[in-house]
């Protein structure tokens, strides 16, 4: 991957969002009025004891119902629909994922970063706009009838603060003060105490959309990383201690014992659940990049998980790329794309070669766009409207929202929305979820749904 300036709020808002987030740390200084992280204060729940390493932490406000025939009678359930999460952290330029390649407005805004129209293939619903070129994965699904595209999606009066603008889309509300996430408070309706899979973050650390207030949520970087080690402890010896887990989970009268003894019983049954990922191999049907990113190896377990009958509801991911391009932008967002968009069309052909295509839907998004005009610095500054793509088979395949043209930007010079995220996901929870949007969304009834599902 290649190297770009990253503003300093970005990095701020980084490193508070990943301390906010991690068990036992305190938060830095947080600047006048940038809202808190959705989540912060949630307690992270580890099963059994800190003498344990732990690859999966459970967050949860209340108290946690952790019952090992909890996690079999969900994954023994109905096959439920799968919402996938997707962020391009930095606010991805909207104006080269999609860009106006023959308008001359275009080419005068950016005399240097312009994209060519040969350079990538045109977007066949709005012929005026060509895909940047290392999302030909993506142009080829759309040709399949398999990707929505969202080419100028924001909200009303939008906030060009990387910190601000992703908690807005975190917590479904332009509401600083909201400190659950949307699809957390989805899973507050629809899941149950005791299936923390139900809302897994794929990172160490718990991503806010999945912030909870009464649902234990959970948070693993791979399926293989899920383990218990303790130091010293290897070989036979550790397979001893592993296999003591299980009938450490039998019923105790001591509430406070039972509770732990609950907790060891669902850690042991988790263990055995992952434990055929633990070889690092998942047997997958197609080949993911191989990068040095995570990101495609992840989304490969993710589909093993999937396949193996877990009984996953909600996931959460970061891609990979510096999308906070204020300068040197051309190959940062190419290589960042590259990445993103070859690990996504293989996830889907992994989905489909699974027969499992039909259960997923990967919503891919960024906190705003970039400025219509070029810096100077070979990069553009923060924006407003970007885009965002919805994947899978039973995505409608068809553009939400119109593009808007940079013949008619905003009075910052940025381009104007024309789809509502708050929208879209009261559509998602509606059309894909089956859940009343209102009891999600704050205000939902206030927003139009557009038609995302088939």
């Not at 399926?223 to 039998?250: C, I, K, T």
Request: hydrophobic share 40%.
């Amino acid at each position: 991957m290649s190297s770009c300036h990253h503003c300093d709020e970005f990095s701020r808002a980084s490193l508070v969002r990943r301390t906010a987030a991690e068990a036992g740390r305190g938060l830095p200084a947080i600047e006048p009025g940038m809202p808190l992280p959705a989540g912060t204060g949630l307690d992270r729940r580890a099963f059994v004891t800190r003498t344990f390493g732990l690859a999966l932490s459970v967050y949860g406000i209340g108290k946690l119902g952790l019952f090992e025939e909890g996690i079999a009678r969900a994954a023994s359930g109905p096959a439920q629909p799968v919402l996938v999460s997707v962020f391009l952290p930095g606010g991805a330029d909207a104006l080269s994922v999609l860009y106006p390649a023959l308008d001359s407005n275009y080419r005068q805004l950016r005399p240097t970063l312009a994209l060519d129209a040969a350079a990538g293939p045109v977007f066949s619903e709005d012929t005026r706009l060509h895909w940047h070129p290392s999302l030909q994965p993506l142009a080829s699904l759309h040709g399949e009838g398999k990707v929505s595209v969202l080419p100028a999606v924001g909200y009303t009066h939008p906030d060009q603060s990387h910190f601000t603008s992703r908690h807005f889309w975190e917590v479904g509300a332009t509401d600083a003060r909201l400190s659950s996430g949307w699809m957390g408070r989805y899973l507050d309706h629809a899941g149950s105490m005791d299936n923390p899979l139900q809302g897994l973050s794929l990172d160490y650390q718990l991503q806010p959309a999945l912030a909870s207030t009464k649902v234990p949520v959970a948070s693993v970087a791979a399926p293989e990383e899920y383990s218990f080690w303790a130091p010293g402890v290897w070989g036979d010896v550790e397979q001893r201690m592993l296999e003591s887990l299980g009938p450490l989970g039998s019923r105790r009268k001591d509430p406070f014992l039972n509770q732990a003894a609950q907790a060891a019983a669902q850690s042991d049954r988790l263990r055995r659940q992952l434990a055929p990922f633990a070889g690092q191999g998942y047997g997958t049907p197609v080949p993911y990049p191989e990068v040095e990113d995570s990101f495609p190896h992840q989304l490969a377990g993710l589909a093993a998980m999937l396949a193996a009958s877990l009984p996953l509801r909600c996931v959460a991911i970061t891609a990979p790329g510096e999308y906070d391009t204020h300068s040197d932008q051309p190959q940062a967002l190419a290589d960042g794309l590259d990445v993103t968009a070859r690990s996504l069309l293989a996830f889907q052909r992994d989905l489909e070669a699974r027969g499992l295509a039909d259960r997923v839907l990967t919503l891919v998004w960024s906190e705003f766009g970039r400025r219509a005009e070029e810096n100077g610095s070979d990069g553009t500054d923060h924006g407003a409207a970007g885009s965002a793509f919805l994947i899978g088979t039973r995505a409608r395949g068809q553009m939400v929202g119109e593009f808007p043209g940079v013949d008619n930007l905003d009075e910052d010079g940025n381009l104007k929305a024309t789809a509502d995220f708050r929208g879209v996901y009261c559509s998602l929870l509606e059309q894909w979820l089956n859940e009343d949007a209102t009891a999600v969304i704050p205000g939902a009834g206030s927003f139009s749904r557009p038609v995302l599902v088939k």
